[in-house]
């Protein structure tokens, strides 16, 4: 169990307003600070154009990784002619070193519950799934209680709160594949197919599961929505720089490893410090943001903010909300090839610039690694991350270049150690095994 | 029919005629070739890669796309398990001993379920059962399949092909795509190490991840904390 990382006080909380309560599941008592309010406000008040129109003035923005506005999608998803439409909670939280989602899920069960039933007013859905691990055994248990209650109190199933909507929340397990964490791939998987994520357009607002109008969304994002709805667009636009709202974040360094809930645009730097501080002697060489697909960014990036376009510009993404601090143990191209090699294993294997062009990518890491790279190795490393980027089917098959390419872009002195003349200075690998007599 | 005799023969001769200063549909075939008809996709062959193994990976890709459900196929997969099936319209061998057979009277076996252990199917249709029979819950129906044999037979594939209308080669590609679903028994541990191997389970990458942080001496994170040696 993860624990949370203590943050400054003046930092703002909407997404772990409720994560102290005694028990997560404790209907009464979240609804005494403020549970189901927003569904209520939504409800009575708003209408679901009205919804729609909040979350928009809100600039919510989805906090799964894409970024893409969630009113977008909402919007496309209630226009779209349709008999049914879906609501999809992505809690699945693929990224082995971030437990964000999971974190959310077991501490407010109840913000993303009302979140999706929100969603599923506002679109005009009848179903919504709430798509969790089926490791994460207490998540499951705590999110079924917490749907259960909510029935019984009338927030869910059979004409919510008088409004003649109906609405059946369900949670539904799903495991085996890192890919599962995109949506077109989630989509797959509780259709009880292959996990392959599909070409877009038809984006799943307008198409998706069973060929239906569905908004999938981060369980964040949907836990974020009940917040607005209750204190108004304005007060959530004026938390964080450039994207509005907050995010959770799993930092991770040598000292230790927590979650914490920072605004968006928040300088890496202050982030950073949230994991405490380095062993005695040692310094920062290189910060992964956004989990295995991650970039690294050196030192002097540090004053980037954790939105994003920041992000994006300097070769990062915010992806799963993991930052991993390494710091001068670790030997930069040891570390993008642990990351590929990850990327590639996982890909699922729909398109041939992901399925082989990955593998190919590893392949050059581990040449570069064992000190046997070939003269045209980088410029090869190059042209085949530009064109793996460009025949992308879905984000995994763009990002996973990212830690090689991040890694050249401003790592190139430690790599042309290993290139030009086979030293590692981290002394991590050893790529002298060929010249082993020749070199010391 | 006409009323001018001759006339007839006219038209004949005419058509003749026409024919004669048309152009030729001949081609000289190695010179000149013919655009082929657009739906036309070729023969189907499996391509070799320079080490003399098959390219395939027995991905069914191309069975799910095949729109008449010609192609399939059988054989060893990329993690090493050997995993044949038959399809039906392609083995015609087996197809005319079969015809053979019914006509002499005697009981057709079904090759597809030969070369597997026998197993009792009868629990994959109580969970067919429960889960109604539709493809929407296929993974559900595998997982429960596979609970209740402790993997998932070939057999018992083929049996929800059968009764749910769902394509095999669908079955069969969500089965092995989804790292928890297996085709072997439990026992044979020497294969699920190998799967492991080839593609690595979260908590070792979790693992790797702390020891490259930690500078690579696999030690983790908790050899890091210390003092620097």
């Given at each position: 169990?993860?624990?949370?990382?203590?943050?400054p006080p003046a930092w703002p909380t909407i997404l772990l307003e409720r994560a102290g309560a005694k028990d997560p599941t404790d209907l009464d008592a979240a609804v005494r600070t403020g549970a189901f309010e927003g569904l209520r406000r939504s409800i009575?008040?708003?209408?679901?154009?009205?919804?729609?129109?909040?979350?928009?003035?809100?600039?919510?923005?989805?906090?799964?990784?894409?970024?893409?506005?969630?009113?977008?999608?909402?919007?496309?998803a209630a226009q779209a002619e349709a008999p049914r439409r879906y609501v999809v909670a992505n809690g699945y939280g693929a990224d082995p070193a971030a437990a964000t989602d999971r974190y959310l899920l077991e501490h407010d069960p109840f913000s993303v519950?009302?979140?999706?039933?929100?969603?599923?007013?506002?679109?005009?859905?009848?179903?919504?799934?709430?798509?969790?691990?089926?490791?994460?055994?207490?998540?499951?248990?705590?999110?079924?209680?917490?749907?259960?209650?909510?029935?019984?109190?009338?927030?869910?199933?059979?004409?919510?709160?008088?409004?003649?909507?109906?609405?059946?929340?369900?949670?539904?397990?799903?495991?085996?594949?890192?890919?599962?964490?995109e949506e077109t791939v989630l989509l797959k998987a509780l259709e009880g197919k292959r996990g392959q994520p599909e070409q877009r357009p038809p984006y799943p607002a307008e198409r998706g599961l069973y060929d239906m109008p569905t908004v999938v969304n981060?369980?964040?994002?949907?836990?974020?929505?009940?917040?607005?709805?209750?204190?108004?667009?304005?007060?959530?636009?004026?938390?964080?720089?450039?994207?509005?709202?907050?995010?959770?974040?799993?930092?991770?360094?040598?000292?230790?490893?927590?979650?914490?809930?920072?605004?968006?645009?928040?300088?890496?730097?202050?982030?950073?410090?949230?994991?405490?501080?380095?062993?005695?002697?040692?310094?920062?060489?290189?910060?992964?943001?956004?989990?295995?697909?991650?970039?690294?960014?050196?030192?002097?990036?540090?004053?980037?903010?954790?939105?994003?376009?920041?992000?994006?510009?300097?070769?990062?993404?915010?992806?799963?909300?993991?930052?991993?601090?390494?710091?001068?143990?670790?030997?930069?191209?040891?570390?993008?090839?642990?990351?590929?090699?990850?990327?590639?294993?996982?890909?699922?294997?729909?398109?041939?610039?992901?399925?082989?062009?990955?593998?190919?990518?590893?392949?050059?890491?581990?040449?570069?690694?064992?000190?046997?790279?070939?003269?045209?190795?980088?410029?090869?490393?190059?042209?085949?991350?530009?064109?793996?980027?460009?025949?992308?089917?879905?984000?995994?098959?763009?990002?996973?270049?990212?830690?090689?390419?991040?890694?050249?872009?401003?790592?190139?002195?430690?790599?042309?150690?290993?290139?030009?003349?086979?030293?590692?200075?981290?002394?991590?690998?050893?790529?002298?095994?060929?010249?082993?007599?020749?070199?010391? | 029919?006409?009323?001018?005799?001759?006339?007839?023969?006219?038209?004949?001769?005419?058509?003749?005629?026409?024919?004669?200063?048309?152009?030729?549909?001949?081609?000289?075939?190695?010179?000149?070739?013919?655009?082929?008809?657009?739906?036309?996709?070729?023969?189907?062959?499996?391509?070799?890669?320079?080490?003399?193994?098959?390219?395939?990976?027995?991905?069914?890709?191309?069975?799910?796309?095949?729109?008449?459900?010609?192609?399939?196929?059988?054989?060893?997969?990329?993690?090493?398990?050997?995993?044949?099936?038959?399809?039906?319209?392609?083995?015609?061998?087996?197809?005319?001993?079969?015809?053979?057979?019914?006509?002499?009277?005697?009981?057709?076996?079904?090759?597809?379920?030969?070369?597997?252990?026998?197993?009792?199917?009868?629990?994959?249709?109580?969970?067919?059962?429960?889960?109604?029979?539709?493809?929407?819950?296929?993974?559900?129906?595998?997982?429960?399949?596979?609970?209740?044999?402790?993997?998932?037979?070939?057999?018992?594939?083929?049996?929800?092909?059968?009764?749910?209308?769902?394509?095999?080669?669908?079955?069969?590609?969500?089965?092995?795509?989804?790292?928890?679903?297996?085709?072997?028994?439990?026992?044979?541990?020497?294969?699920?190490?190998?799967?492991?191997?080839?593609?690595?389970?979260?908590?070792?990458?979790?693992?790797?991840?702390?020891?490259?942080?930690?500078?690579?001496?696999?030690?983790?994170?908790?050899?890091?904390?210390?003092?620097?040696?």
């Open positions: 169990m993860v624990e949370l990382l203590a943050t009575r008040d708003l209408g679901p154009t009205g919804t729609i129109a909040t979350i928009a003035a809100s600039g919510l923005r989805g906090r799964g990784g894409g970024g893409y506005p969630a009113a977008e999608k909402w919007r496309t519950v009302e979140g999706a039933a929100i969603a599923a007013f506002a679109i005009g859905a009848s179903d919504a799934i709430i798509a969790v691990r089926t490791e994460a055994t207490e998540s499951i248990r705590r999110l079924e209680a917490a749907i259960g209650a909510a029935e019984e109190a009338g927030f869910l199933g059979f004409d919510v709160l008088g409004s003649g909507h109906d609405l059946v929340m369900s949670v539904r397990p799903v495991q085996g594949a890192y890919m599962l964490g981060n369980v964040q994002t949907l836990a974020s929505v009940p917040w607005i709805v209750r204190n108004g667009a304005d007060a959530f636009a004026a938390i964080g720089a450039r994207t509005n709202g907050t995010i959770l974040v799993q930092v991770r360094t040598p000292a230790g490893d927590g979650i914490a809930e920072v605004a968006l645009g928040t300088p890496l730097r202050e982030i950073v410090a949230l994991g405490g501080k380095l062993p005695k002697g040692r310094s920062i060489k290189a910060v992964l943001i956004g989990g295995p697909s991650g970039g690294l960014l050196p030192p002097d990036l540090l004053d980037t903010g954790y939105d994003f376009e920041s992000l994006r510009a300097v070769g990062a993404h915010v992806g799963s909300g993991s930052v991993v601090v390494a710091d001068d143990r670790a030997c930069v191209v040891d570390l993008a090839r642990l990351l590929t090699r990850f990327c590639a294993s996982e890909a699922c294997g729909k398109t041939i610039p992901c399925r082989i062009g990955t593998r190919r990518l590893v392949e050059i890491a581990d040449r570069v690694i064992d000190g046997r790279p070939r003269p045209t190795d980088m410029t090869l490393l190059t042209d085949l991350s530009a064109d793996i980027v460009a025949s992308a089917l879905c984000d995994h098959e763009r990002l996973t270049t990212l830690p090689l390419a991040s890694g050249m872009r401003y790592f190139r002195p430690e790599l042309d150690d290993h290139l030009l003349r086979s030293s590692c200075p981290a002394g991590v690998c050893h790529p002298i095994a060929v010249a082993a007599g020749a070199a010391s | 029919m006409s009323l001018i005799p001759g006339l007839g023969i006219v038209g004949g001769m005419a058509v003749t005629l026409r024919r004669f200063f048309e152009p030729k549909v001949t081609v000289k075939y190695p010179e000149d070739r013919r655009d082929p008809p657009h739906k036309f996709r070729g023969r189907l062959q499996l391509l070799y890669d320079e080490w003399g193994t098959l390219k395939c990976e027995t991905c069914f890709q191309c069975a799910q796309a095949c729109p008449i459900e010609c192609i399939d196929m059988g054989g060893m997969d990329t993690r090493g398990r050997y995993h044949v099936h038959w399809g039906p319209p392609e083995t015609y061998g087996e197809r005319r001993e079969e015809s053979a057979l019914r006509r002499s009277g005697r009981t057709v076996p079904d090759p597809a379920y030969r070369p597997f252990a026998a197993v009792n199917l009868g629990r994959v249709d109580a969970i067919l059962d429960e889960f109604d029979h539709d493809p929407a819950h296929m993974l559900g129906i595998l997982e429960a399949v596979q609970a209740a044999y402790g993997y998932l037979p070939v057999a018992a594939l083929k049996r929800i092909s059968n009764l749910t209308g769902a394509w095999y080669a669908m079955i069969y590609g969500t089965a092995s795509y989804y790292a928890h679903l297996r085709f072997e028994p439990p026992t044979a541990t020497e294969q699920v190490a190998a799967v492991n191997a080839h593609r690595p389970p979260e908590a070792a990458y979790l693992s790797a991840l702390d020891a490259s942080l930690a500078g690579g001496s696999g030690g983790g994170r908790s050899a890091g904390t210390g003092a620097p040696n």
